[in-house]
């Protein structure tokens, strides 16, 4: 068995749990902003947005984070003999898809405390409106590791 291979399809299998949860949490939002402050609907969303970042999201975040991080460590050890890849455009832009990505978990792990102190100021719109946003950072970071564009 490859190690490797076996690292790939784990950051995988972490970043698929990682992007539901990234997806969902705005929806939930969404519905939530309708919601009175205090009611059992309130009550209800505040446990849903909980477990989700808690139990899913934070642990799938570390673990692509830990996995992509491997996955670097044998590239520049072992399969590449060095860090120059880490320069290379298709890189870059995977890089820049972490920093965006890692940013909006923070983002949304912090409107989830407002909603949790009754203080959300966002709209059902606002959160239908950005909710593709993660997915256009995925698509970015998919396709720069499976074409390397830019050499
Ligand atoms: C959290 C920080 C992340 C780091 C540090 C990271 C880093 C890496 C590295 C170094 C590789 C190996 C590239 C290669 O040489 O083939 C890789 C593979 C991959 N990454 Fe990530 N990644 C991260 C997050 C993500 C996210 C959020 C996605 C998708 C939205 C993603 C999708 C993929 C895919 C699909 C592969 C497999 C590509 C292939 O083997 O052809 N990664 N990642």
Redesign the pocket.
């Known amino acids: 068995m490859n190690v490797y291979d076996l690292l790939?399809g784990l950051?995988?299998l972490a970043?698929i749990a990682?992007?539901a949860g990234i997806m969902y949490l705005p929806r939930i939002f969404a519905y939530h902003a309708d919601v009175a402050p205090g009611s059992e609907m309130d009550r209800t969303f505040q446990v849903m947005e909980l477990k989700l970042y808690r139990i899913i999201m934070g642990p799938a975040?570390i673990l692509?984070?830990v996995l992509?991080?491997a996955?670097?460590w044998v590239?520049a050890t072992a399969r590449l003999g060095g860090w120059d890849?880490l320069l290379k455009p298709w890189m870059l832009a995977?890089?820049a898809?972490?920093v965006f990505?890692?940013g909006w978990h923070h983002f949304l792990g912090a409107a989830r405390k407002r909603f949790a102190a009754g203080m959300n100021t966002r709209s059902n719109r606002f959160w239908r409106a950005t909710n593709e946003l993660p997915f256009i950072?995925?698509i970015v970071?998919?396709l720069a590791?499976?074409l390397e564009f830019g050499g």
């Open positions: 790939r950051h995988i970043v990682w992007m975040m692509s984070l992509g991080l996955l670097i590239n890849f995977k890089l898809g972490v990505l890692i950072a995925a970071m998919v590791v499976t």
